[in-house]
């Protein structure tokens, strides 16, 4: 399930990394800023930009494992974010994904997306910024099992 973005307190720029993982969890930025900048050793009002790595080992802090999707698989060329979230098989739509196109990450499942540029759950019929980037990399989240 995707959440709307809590941005509770937080009077600051929301960047992508710790938007999306406020989107997939329902935590404050304010958490999920801190939670970033102690993987990349920066106050949570210092984060910014974050390396792919860090939003793995934050996930995974979080209850998430991740697989990598092979885009390679299915396109000849990266497809834009319109396309890939129009062309998930029903299998994908099912799960959460974590969806990286240029420096920029965003979320999906079902039907919708969501980033730090939404502040909501769209539609992914809807007209929202940056749809046309290409698609880079895509991860399926798991939930870790627990015994």
Not at 71 to 83: F, G, Q
Not at 114 to 127: I, L, P
């Amino acid at each position: 399930m995707l959440h709307p973005l809590n941005i509770g307190d937080w009077d600051r720029t929301i960047w992508c990394a710790p938007g999306v993982l406020s989107i997939l969890t329902g935590k404050p930025v304010r958490e999920t800023h801190a939670l970033l900048g102690r993987h990349i050793k920066k106050t949570a009002e210092d984060v910014t930009g974050v390396p792919t790595s860090a939003i793995k080992l934050a996930l995974y802090e979080l209850g998430f494992i991740l697989r990598e999707v092979d885009l390679h698989a299915r396109y000849n060329a990266p497809p834009t974010l319109k396309r890939f979230l129009r062309e998930r098989s029903p299998a994908q739509r099912g799960c959460l994904m974590l969806v990286f196109t240029n420096s920029h990450v965003g979320a999906c499942h079902l039907s919708y997306y969501s980033d730090n540029h939404t502040h909501t759950v769209a539609h992914e019929n809807d007209r929202f910024k940056g749809a046309k980037r290409p698609v880079e990399q895509v991860y399926t989240l798991y939930p870790i099992p627990t015994e």
